[in-house]
């Protein structure tokens, strides 16, 4: 059975904060009135840079990954598997795929889960701007629940959602993510620092809008 989930953001927003690893959830933090949790972090150095394609204007919001966009040559930007800490391909798959236009970041993030939970099963999503002091915005999306704020986003679940009974396949997050609460210009050549985690799989670099 496949299950579509569309959402637009609330006035304010749940951010589920769990311990490392695919752990259910320790923690549930409420934010309201500010768009984002920031926070001072060092600036990160070295690490992949990706180039990110113009694209977003092709980018239908339901949970698909048909749209031309996603498909058509050269397609968006793509992490490739995450890793586990060791360096090595994680398991289950994960992995991103990027676009931006419209002063969005368009984001698709899959998941291979035997298993899908709508808690303990979640992305966490980390953006660095290198201010002075810089600064991280962080959120989390999940098979279920309300989006983070600035965030339109739609979900697709290949099984049964909280039903274990069943063997499920994967579950894809499509998201637009606004950048202009985060400080950042939608334009060619802006740079920022950007982390998405999926437990102990993850993917970090710095991305640059071609």
Same mark, same amino acid.
């Given at each position: 059975?496949?299950?579509?989930?569309? +959402?637009?953001? $609330?006035?304010?927003?749940?951010?589920? &904060?769990?311990? #490392?690893?695919?752990?259910? @959830?320790?923690? /549930?933090?409420?934010?309201?009135?500010?768009?984002?949790?920031?926070?001072?972090?060092?600036?990160?150095?070295?690490?992949?840079?990706?180039?990110?394609?113009?694209?977003?204007?092709?980018?239908?919001?339901?949970?698909?990954?048909?749209?031309?966009?996603?498909?058509?040559?050269?397609?968006?930007?793509?992490?490739?598997?995450?890793?586990?800490?060791?360096?090595?391909?994680?398991?289950?798959?994960?992995?991103?795929? +990027?676009?931006? $236009?419209?002063?969005?970041?368009?984001? &698709?993030?899959? #998941?291979?889960?035997?298993? @899908?939970?709508? /808690?303990?099963?979640?992305?966490?999503?980390?953006?660095?701007?290198?201010?002075?002091?810089?600064?991280?915005?962080?959120?989390?999306?999940?098979?279920?629940?309300?989006?983070?704020?600035?965030?339109?986003?739609?979900?697709?679940?290949?099984?049964?959602?909280?039903?274990?009974?069943?063997?499920?396949?994967?579950?894809?997050?499509?998201?637009?993510?606004?950048?202009?609460?985060?400080?950042?210009?939608?334009?060619?050549?802006?740079?920022?620092?950007?982390?998405?985690?999926?437990?102990?799989? #993850?993917?970090?670099?710095? @991305?640059?809008?071609?």
């Amino acid at each position: 059975m496949r299950v579509r989930i569309g +959402l637009w953001l $609330g006035a304010s927003v749940s951010v589920a &904060l769990a311990l #490392a690893g695919l752990a259910r @959830v320790a923690a /549930r933090l409420e934010f309201s009135g500010a768009p984002w949790a920031s926070k001072r972090v060092l600036a990160a150095d070295g690490g992949q840079v990706l180039h990110v394609p113009r694209g977003g204007g092709n980018v239908v919001i339901d949970g698909d990954t048909d749209d031309a966009a996603w498909t058509a040559t050269p397609g968006p930007a793509r992490t490739g598997p995450f890793v586990a800490p060791s360096g090595q391909r994680a398991t289950p798959a994960s992995e991103a795929r +990027l676009l931006w $236009g419209d002063g969005h970041l368009y984001v &698709l993030l899959y #998941a291979a889960d035997e298993d @899908v939970r709508s /808690r303990g099963d979640f992305f966490r999503l980390t953006f660095t701007r290198e201010l002075d002091p810089p600064r991280t915005f962080v959120f989390d999306v999940s098979p279920s629940g309300a989006p983070p704020e600035g965030v339109h986003l739609a979900r697709e679940i290949d099984g049964t959602l909280d039903d274990a009974r069943d063997r499920d396949e994967e579950w894809v997050v499509e998201m637009a993510v606004a950048l202009a609460p985060m400080g950042i210009e939608s334009a060619r050549g802006e740079t920022f620092g950007l982390g998405v985690r999926r437990g102990d799989a #993850a993917w970090s670099g710095r @991305v640059v809008l071609d």
